[in-house]
Nanobody, 124 residues
Framework: VQLVESGGGLVQAGGSLRLSCKSS????????MGWFRQAPGKERELLAA????????NYADAVKGRFTISRDNYRNTVYLQMNNLKPEDTAVYYC??????????????????WGQGTLVTVSS
């Protein structure tokens, strides 16, 4: 499984961005997906997770109410809609895939495959 993120960039505080992560292959729907970020000097943190079918999601407190994770299994793509961005959201954002049992929402951090990351910079 190869994951390629896109959609990062520079945005002013209060603005929005939508990140995309496209998966290669034909098994995308067999994976739970997650979005992580890592800011300079900080550990990587899990932001949001979504189940294989997309009907279950989970969010970190830092982004709850501002970020929305979704997926389109026909397009092999997972999204992260980010609204009301803050300077502290500046980081490299990664998507990741985890092989899971159908309908289970995986909320851990041990994912099987990772993208290369996309940089999000929020100016004040």
């Amino acid at each position: 499984v190869q994951l390629v993120e896109s959609g990062g960039g520079l945005v002013q505080a209060g603005g929005s961005l939508r990140l995309s992560c496209k998966s290669s292959g034909r098994t995308f729907s067999m994976y739970g997906m997650g979005w992580f970020r890592q800011a300079p000097g900080k550990e990587r943190e899990l932001l949001a997770a979504i189940s294989r079918g997309g009907n279950r999601q989970n969010y970190a407190d830092a982004v709850k109410g501002r970020f929305t994770i979704s997926r389109d299994n026909y397009r092999n793509t997972v999204y992260l809609q980010m609204n009301n961005l803050k300077p502290e959201d500046t980081a490299v954002y990664y998507c990741a895939a985890k092989s899971t049992i159908q309908s289970v929402l995986y909320t851990g951090t041990e994912y099987d495959y990772w993208g290369q990351g996309t940089l999000v910079t929020v100016s004040s």
